[in-house]
């Protein structure tokens, strides 16, 4: 059976971007989001996609977009639907939700763990949020508070029906 996993990086707000834009650019989040998604498979929605460094695919990884509106792209597989999405990846061992907003919300019922990175910080600016996360999700592991260029944070990772 495929885990399903979710990254993100959210303020206290659990915002996660604005204008196609990450709201913070920590370079250990950065690394951390490399190490956990190097040689998986990696599913996003369109504007994900366009935000990615020339709008391109992740390398080293099954990039999968799914959209409505979103014909073909090269290097990544084009989805028109969540079912359609599940079955491409039925044969992977972990695959990585990476955004946005809608694609979190439509993949929360199938995934079994998120990696959040919580910035201490609440952003005045943002247009796109993480899902809340009802009572089903327990933090297992949590970082202590660190400090990169002013900005504090801490990673935190949850799993559903963890008691």
């Not at 990544?76 to 039925?90: F, Q």
């Not at 199938?110 to 919580?118: M, N, Q």
């Amino acid at each position: 059976m495929t885990k399903i996993c979710m990254i993100a990086c959210v303020d206290e707000n659990d915002a996660i971007g604005y204008k196609n834009h990450l709201l913070f650019h920590l370079s250990d989040d950065l690394k951390q989001f490399k190490e956990k998604t190097i040689d998986k498979c990696v599913i996003m929605g369109r504007i994900t996609l366009a935000s990615l460094p020339g709008g391109k695919p992740l390398r080293n990884r099954r990039n999968l977009v799914l959209s409505r509106t979103m014909k073909d792209c090269d290097g990544a597989e084009v989805y028109h639907c969540l079912n359609d999405v599940l079955k491409a990846v039925e044969r992977e061992e972990e695959v990585w939700v990476i955004g946005g907003e809608s694609i979190y919300r439509m993949f929360l019922p199938y995934a079994g763990e998120i990696h959040l990175t919580h910035v201490h910080h609440r952003c005045a600016c943002s247009n796109v949020w993480f899902p809340e996360l009802d009572e089903s999700w327990k933090c297992i592991c949590r970082s202590d508070d660190i400090e990169e260029g002013g900005i504090i944070y801490h990673y935190a990772q949850y799993k559903k029906g963890t008691r």
